[in-house]
């Protein structure tokens, strides 16, 4: 079985800007001097593809913004990335295969996607047919 390639997040020019969404967790005990987190989900919203799909992935995105942290190591050691997970969820909402399509570099970073994304599932309701999709998640650090 041949891993399925992962697909090209869009680049900011091609998201809409109501479609962007980007993660800052908080922390009242950083001073303004410190680097601050961020970590952001491409969007999934792509003209053309089925109902269905475009539901599970917004409902994956939707999730995945809601529990992802920066990691506290990789945000002290200043680490940054872009993860690229693959994933394939079967017709009862579980994932059948869940890998890492293109690591950031760091697997405290990739370890962190794939723990928060096998973590969603299973899904309340999953596809009709089992469903592969490319979920890039990127860390990166701002002040």
Avoid: C, W
């Avoid at 872009?82 to 697997?107: C, M, N, P, Q």
């Avoid at 970073?109 to 999953?126: Q, T």
């Amino acid at each position: 079985m041949t891993a399925p390639s992962p697909v090209e997040e869009p680049t900011e020019s091609e998201i809409p800007a109501a479609e962007s969404a980007t993660l800052r967790p908080t922390d009242e005990s950083r001073t303004s001097t410190e680097p601050r987190a961020e970590a952001a989900v491409a969007p999934s919203f792509v003209e053309g593809v089925p109902a269905e799909r475009l539901q599970i992935l917004n409902e994956l995105r939707s999730m995945i913004l809601e529990g992802i942290v920066y990691p506290p190591l990789a945000r002290r050691r200043g680490l940054e990335g872009r993860v690229v997970l693959s994933l394939t969820i079967d017709r009862d909402g579980a994932a059948r295969v869940l890998y890492i399509g293109e690591s950031s570099g760091h697997s405290i970073l990739d370890r962190a996607a794939a723990k928060l994304v096998s973590g969603l599932l299973p899904l309340a309701r999953g596809p009709s047919q089992p469903l592969t999709v490319d979920i890039p998640i990127t860390y990166r650090l701002t002040r």
